[in-house]
């Protein structure tokens, strides 16, 4: 009985460091698992055929009608963002989406290190850049949307941090 434990023990162990190395060195490997499953997954939801690449802390999805790029390194405001949107400077970007799909261009933004309180002022920003908003305010945080011309923006703010997504309808 002593002796098939310490064989298990030790084929547990053994298993362990192989499965260890195989991970390091494996890693494009499990990315391409990874890719795959998530392609599977979208084309079941779709209908249509999607391509996904993961590229260390990169996503990039891509379908017959649409497209998204997911950065997860941080980053910074767009300079492809119209002039018109004030930048949401109340926070550090952690990371940023990037989507186009049926005429629409989409700039997502996750910040962390917001107070929920700045929707006030992200609020006075875009009415003073003309846009019409409609604010919603709870006890941490709440949501703004704002819209001018094929420009809509959305602000959510919460105690844990914000998400601002610029929307840009193309020309028709």
């Known amino acids: 009985m002593k002796n098939s434990v310490k064989r298990c ?5 053994i298993l362990a460091l192989c499965s260890g190395g195989l991970i390091t060195s ?5 990315e391409k698992t990874q890719e795959s499953m998530m392609e599977k997954a979208l084309e079941n939801a779709t209908g249509e ?24 390194t941080g980053g910074k405001w767009s300079d492809e963002i119209p002039d018109d949107v004030p930048e949401f400077t109340w926070g550090t970007i952690q990371h940023t989406t990037v989507s186009e799909a ?18 006030e002022k992200y609020d006075a920003s875009l009415k003073k850049n003309g846009f019409k908003t409609i604010k919603m305010t709870m006890d941490k945080g709440g949501t703004i949307t704002a819209e001018k011309g ?8 919460t105690d844990n941090g914000a998400h601002v997504s610029v929307q840009i309808r193309k020309e028709e």
């Open 150 to 157: 094929k420009i809509i923006v959305t602000a959510i703010a």
């Open 9 to 13: 023990i030790g084929a547990v162990i």
């Open 26 to 30: 494996c890693k494009c490997s499990r």
């Open 49 to 72: 055929k999607t391509d996904v690449d993961i590229n260390k802390d990169k996503v990039t999805i891509e379908g017959e009608n649409y497209k998204t790029e997911i950065n997860n």
């Open 102 to 119: 049926e005429g629409t261009k989409t700039y997502g933004m996750y910040f962390k290190d917001v107070d929920p309180d700045v929707l």
